[in-house]
């Protein structure tokens, strides 16, 4: 079934109602921005952050913690380094970044006509990453599985909306933190074929992404080209642990793609104002991005972000003004840079797809796009600011995914979009409906969504009064019934397969 | 109670949660955008619109329908009248709107404190409008009375997010047709003390608002200040009616101000791509502002619009990208005309306050505050793309606005918001809950949320698992029943309810 097929073209619903047309080349396999983006700071106020941020690396420094090559590459680079203190000389990480780090880039998928561009004014979308829990289709709150892991790499695989399959989507809780990480790799290969990320909790499960993936695409195109991406996380305030710098080390040394994502929670890990959160998080993200580029010159870098607010009463984190500001600004200081820029996405505190879940994923997924983002992680599914993820969520998410998509294209001003002509036969008072100009563009003006209810209220009522969640829920279970693997070289699985067999068979069981 | 006192600032529950504080000054009457409008149309598109909506106006006209004064008006200033449809020379509509229309002026509140500008960057938020059905707090959906009417006046008071009680929130069915708008404009003066909107089905029902207004402000403030506004609807397309002239004749005439409002659902009362909808509105717009400017010259009048795509497989009327377009050229189309922009605002087809709800009403809203708006209505209360008002999500949505009002703030990049020397201080790995600049900014650093959950989920869980709506569902009550009545001069109060009696005695008894 070519859920993904020609009639798709951006939106979630409007793919699959007409998947009954004849087959087409697949899906857009990335979206091109047409709009402006939404600059909220002036270029003074940019030019601000950047020199606080400066003041960072250079004054306060950043930790590189129990992995002393990291250090070396530091301090041939002309750093100062203090023990695992390391100290840059103002503009000297961002003339690193700038000698080699590509402004864009291509990450190769399995199948071809699936690759995506990552910077410029390309957008990619992924699904949540890294949730403990899910809440199933049922309505119960568990701890995640393989099961659910693998199920939401085919929602991402089949829904237009969604370019990529992202990485730990959740966390496949019934297999050992040990080997958990062969059968994600597994699962992105296998039930889908567009782009994917690798595991990241340590230098050796790195190592193991980057033997399945060469597998994959064969020594030759994995030694040039980007395959695979990974998610790098410092631990703010300034320090860079041994796992993220082994992990850093491996996916650069391979030319694979880097997520350097600092994350910062406003009163906790960084201060409590946008502008100073802002300086924290590019400073963080740009030596990291540095070190890749130390450690291999023209590696693929992605400037990545994550940041909180706090609810002051309870102490909980939020995502209101402050995280959405954050998203804007570093959009911003990632364009003055030149790298492409990583945020998201459908984020919500809710515990469950009500209408706060919309209101709050709604505007933080726009305002992510608006921020120019080029890779979008936890574009669907989140709930619990990304502690659970949520079957019925993750379709709404991409429904709305498919209207913003539209949005994005922004306004046709050319001659054919107006209809002077039509009004001549029409007339003041008239109807548009049977206008020449109508029937040639109704079929595809304009966002379909079956979702998003547009009935009137009676049939509605007479429909049974479903909410969202009860519609997505119905479509949930249709998808995953008529899903159909994408095809598979039979040697390429079982060498796969081997490869994870071979593997665990000398790892110890850990669930921690 | 002050619920709308200085702890309120912006946020909706912010200022309730606060109330207990000592007495200070109300929250800010309006908003000051500080932020940039999100300009989605470049110069030239701009341009080309403006162009096409001259060719609108020149080549096909506007029929002003059963109304020979509006006739006279136009012939006088140079227009071509054939019959009742006026042609327009190329830039003749602008001219007279840009020689004489303010860009920015004030409305005057009962409380002086309350006054709103309306122009620039001041921003003005008012509820749904014209609502026929009611979705209560028993969750049953039924015709609007006076009762509804006269809670969503109450909440309006004093929700700080909402600036103005707007108009007609819903209708009041269980008062004639002929009668009612006595009781609507009776209800905004005496439940609240916020500027409001009057009566606009008829010429002489917009006459009785203008009689019951210069009571309230006296005839000196009536005569040379905005006092209140009105509504005015062309029937799109490229038409307006008796009842349009008739209302926007007495407001323009006695210096009130005009909200010129063309509505166009693509394909059926306009052509459907987003570039010859913003050409519609504008010409549509620019003909009855016009017109203001020659019945009174600098009478107040802002440009408004409302616009809808279509689901194609249900005819049903939609408000994705469309519409979303539409509201930000529209107010690129407004700034370059120099006249204050309507629009609005938390808009949704969903029948009740659930995720889709959420959804639209915030991206809707978002976009809304981007382009610019000055006078947003609809900012709280709606279901059914209007057709219905819910007590539930009127707070929600005011909740929504508190957060988007922060939003409207940027992001202060002056040297105070940076925290170099707590890092000096905590160093890498710290913690900054107990830093210096934390500890001087926690109290107002947030947007502080009830009604959007930020529990841990086990916290949410014990404190019931309530959604969104049964949180707000408890507001409301609350709210309702603590709620005090602004005072008003009881000499005021009697001769309004006098001038109703005797309206009412001669006014026939009409439900149609």
């Not at 929602?155 to 297999?175: A, F, V, W």
Request: hydrophobic share 40%.
């Amino acid at each position: 079934m070519a859920r993904d097929s020609q009639g798709a073209r951006r939106g979630g619903r409007r793919g699959r109602q007409e998947r009954t047309d004849e087959p087409g080349p697949i899906a857009p396999p990335y979206l091109t921005r047409q709009i402006p983006t939404f600059d909220i700071l002036s270029e003074e106020g940019v030019a601000r952050i950047e020199e606080e941020s400066e003041n960072l690396l250079c004054e306060i420094g950043i930790e590189f913690r129990d992995h002393p090559e990291t250090l070396e590459y530091f301090r041939k680079a002309g750093a100062t380094v203090e023990g695992v203190l390391v100290k840059f000389e103002r503009g000297m990480c961002r003339e690193i970044i700038q000698n080699s780090a590509p402004t864009t880039f291509q990450q190769h998928a399995r199948n071809p006509e699936r690759h995506v561009m990552i910077g410029g004014d390309a957008m990619v979308f992924s699904p949540l990453y890294g949730a403990p829990f899910v809440r199933d289709l049922d309505g119960e709150r568990r701890y995640a599985t393989i099961d659910d892991f693998n199920n939401f790499i085919r929602l991402s695989h089949q829904t237009p909306t969604m370019h990529h399959t992202g990485g730990t989507i959740c966390e496949p809780t019934d297999i050992p933190v040990s080997k958990r990480h062969l059968d994600m790799v597994y699962g992105h290969i296998r039930h889908s074929d567009k782009p994917f990320m690798g595991a990241v909790t340590s230098g050796w499960q790195a190592q193991d992404t980057m033997d399945m993936t060469r597998m994959v695409f064969g020594a030759e195109t994995f030694d040039s080209q980007c395959c695979v991406l990974g998610m790098i996380n410092p631990t703010s305030p300034l320090v860079y642990d041994k796992d993220a710098l082994e992990s850093l080390h491996v996916y650069a040394a391979n030319g694979q793609g880097t997520v350097v994502t600092p994350f910062v929670i406003a009163g906790a890990s960084g201060p409590v104002t946008p502008a100073s959160m802002l300086a924290q998080l590019f400073a963080e993200g740009m030596a990291g991005m540095a070190l890749s580029q130390l450690i291999r010159p023209g590696s693929p870098t992605i400037f990545g972000i994550n940041s909180m607010g706090l609810n002051m009463r309870t102490g909980a984190p939020v995502r209101f003004d402050e995280s959405w500001k954050c998203v804007l600004g570093c959009g911003q200081l990632s364009r003055r840079l030149g790298v492409p820029f990583r945020c998201g996405g459908a984020s919500t505190n809710s515990k469950i797809p009500d209408a706060q879940a919309g209101y709050e994923s709604a505007l933080y997924l726009n305002y992510t796009v608006q921020s120019g983002v080029n890779f979008l992680i936890h574009a669907a599914g989140s709930l619990e600011l990304g502690l659970c993820i949520s079957y019925e969520k993750f379709l709404l998410d991409c429904e709305m995914l498919g209207a913003i998509s539209l949005m994005a294209d922004g306004i046709d001003t050319s001659d054919s979009a107006f209809a002077l002509a039509d009004y001549a036969v029409t007339g003041p008072g008239g109807n548009f409906l049977a206008a020449e100009h109508t029937l040639a563009r109704y079929k595809t003006a304009f966002f379909q969504s079956e979702l998003f209810d547009s009935l009137s209220f009676e049939q509605w009522r007479d429909a049974g009064s479903n909410d969202a969640p009860a519609r997505a829920n119905l479509d949930v279970q249709t998808q995953l019934a008529n899903f159909e693997e994408p095809a598979i070289d039979p040697g390429l699985d079982e060498a796969l397969l081997d490869f994870i067999k071979t593997r665990k068979a000398v790892l110890p069981d850990s669930y921690v």
